[in-house]
Structures are given as structure tokens and as C-alpha cells.
């Protein structure tokens, strides 16, 4: 399965970088969380869940491997409080916040008490946002080619860990 969107962004004749890319989504991560937490303060810092990593995309750009930056789960410190506020006001706050992003909600399900919303934007940029007893945030940025000149910590706004990303290889 590829992670490229509909509209593909390898037809184009350059493609993001791997600096971009984790700069982007740590700034994604960011808007989302920040939004969710102006909204309700009460749920505490986010912090890593599970850990950010790089993957293969499923496609290449000029027979290089293109990865996907999936970054950390972030999980509020502490549980949604639904007298402050309830799911739809948290994913209104995370709507708002992403109209200056690009990004706009294409799914919204809930499922045994647990609410999922998705944003993505025509690049193929897709935000999570999971609400249950805590909330959750996570990304996964569109394709990039690996190989830094200059590595972030790490995209995720409380963590100090960072992935390591070797350079692109040809595709056999």
C-alpha cells in the first residue's frame, strides 16, 4: 500500500526534503496540540505514547525510496474532562486551528465509545486525533527523500529522541 495521496506529489519535478518534512509535522503537531489544549487546559502536557519513526513510503521519486515520517503518539497527561468540554468543541478547536495548515477533516467515526477524527491536506500531510478517556494526536507527513543536513531533535514538541534516516537507495 502506498502512503501517497490521491493527487501524487512525485509527478512533480522536486520533492520535499527530509529537514522539511520533520520541521513541518513538528509545527503540525504543534497547532493540533495547542489547539486542543486552549480548548481545554486541563488535559495536561501531550508526551510520547509510542515512538516517532521513519518508513518507506511504497513509491520512489526518480528510482529513490521515498520514506513517511509517522510521529509519536502524543497522549494528554490527563483524562478529557466532558464538564469543560465535549469531543465535537475538542475537534471544532483542531478545525479551526487547521484552516491556516491547509487541512481540512475527510473522516470522523466512532467507534465503542472512542471518537477518531482525520485531517489531511492535497499533499498527502494526515493528522489523527483520538479522543476516548485521553486524547491522542498523530501524523504522518507525505513522501520525502531521507537524508539530513541538519536532523531535529525530533519532531515531536516534548521529546528529545530523534530517528536516524539513512540516505535514499535505488530501488531494484
Known sequence: ?????AE????????????????QIRDLLAVATGALLYEQPSLGLFEDHRPQRDRP??????????MCHVSALLVAQNAL???????????????TALEQQRMTRTEDHTDSGVRTA???????????VVIGVRVAVRAISMPFLPGSMQ?????SPSSPISPLTPPPRPLH
Open 1 to 5: 500500500m502506498s502512503a501517497l495521496p
Open 8 to 23: 501524487d506529489p512525485m509527478d512533480h519535478d522536486s520533492i520535499a526534503s527530509q529537514d522539511k518534512t520533520h520541521l
Open 57 to 66: 513510503s511504497g513509491d520512489a521519486w526518480n528510482g529513490l525510496e521515498t
Open 81 to 95: 474532562d466532558l464538564s469543560a468540554a465535549d469531543a465535537d468543541q475538542l475537534l471544532g478547536a483542531v478545525d
Open 118 to 128: 482525520t485531517w489531511r491536506d492535497r499533499t498527502g500531510v494526515r493528522l489523527d
Open 151 to 155: 536532523p531535529l531533535a525530533t519532531t
